[in-house]
């Protein structure tokens, strides 16, 4: 079945570690979006990439890196230096034409202690 | 940036009643696209609209793609428990000759449904 999944589901850490979490596609997609989440708010875009080796900042990008070696791989690390780390993180894919309709993965669940 | 605003935020209805709720924004959109979020899930795609006018159902759901291309509606028929989640709308700008969007999505914040059996 093709689809997006993310590891772990849930993610505990300790403040000042940095943490990678996982995101894969097998659907062929072009472009790649990492979004954080927190209670009761919307989607905010932290970084996305539209072909391998390149990859744009979002709205919220500071203290956090990714990259995109693969086509179906993009890893986002949060730093030590993000403020507010603990929040759900939800990876997403689409292709580069027609609507650009975005599909998502189950998302991470990331708490720093 | 581009901002979408969704309403009503919350919603909390009885079992059997319909549903509707509404993105607008300040400037034209290309795609207008409603996600449904379980609690600690991913958004699902459930409606995309790709045209001023267009009307999309998918069983109980039925959307519609604003004729000034500055707005959608999200209309849910005979709601059932599992309605419940978070409702999102969200839209492809229009964009200038020579403008790239690299796939970015504007998205509204979300309608919470509550149904009550």
């Known amino acids: 079945d093709g689809g997006i999944t993310q590891s772990p589901k849930y993610l505990f850490r300790k403040e000042g570690q940095n943490v990678t979490l996982s995101c894969e596609q097998n659907?062929?997609?072009?472009?790649m979006y990492w979004y954080r989440q927190d209670p009761g708010q919307g989607l905010r875009l932290i970084y996305y990439?539209?072909?391998?080796?390149?990859?744009q900042k979002g709205d919220i990008a500071e203290g956090y890196s990714v990259s995109r070696e693969k086509k179906e791989s993009f890893p986002l690390t949060v730093t030590s230096a993000q403020k507010n780390p603990t929040a759900f993180y939800l990876c997403?894919?689409?292709?580069?034409?027609?609507?650009?309709?975005?599909?998502f993965g189950p998302g991470t669940r990331l708490t720093v202690t | 940036g581009q901002q979408l605003n969704q309403s009503p935020q919350s919603m909390f209805i009885q079992e059997g009643e319909d549903v509707s709720m509404n993105c607008t924004s300040s400037?034209?959109?290309?795609?207008w696209l409603w996600y449904k979020q379980d609690p600690g899930e991913g958004p699902v795609l459930l409606i995309a609209?790709?045209?001023?006018?267009e009307l999309t159902s998918n069983g109980r759901l039925t959307a519609q793609f604003g004729i000034t291309r500055k707005d959608s509606f999200l209309n849910i028929s005979a709601s059932i428990p599992s309605d419940v989640g978070i409702y999102f709308c969200?839209?492809?700008?229009?964009?200038?000759?020579?403008?790239?969007?690299?796939?970015?999505?504007?998205f509204g914040q979300g309608t919470i449904l509550t149904v009550h059996p």
């Open positions: 609209l790709y045209k001023a006018g």
């Open positions: 400037s034209i959109f290309n795609t």
């Open positions: 997403a894919s689409s292709i580069l034409a027609g609507g650009y309709e975005q599909y």
């Open positions: 990439s539209q072909i391998v080796n390149d990859f």
């Open positions: 969200a839209g492809q700008p229009y964009l200038n000759a020579g403008g790239t969007s690299y796939g970015k999505l504007t």
């Open positions: 659907l062929n997609h072009d472009a």
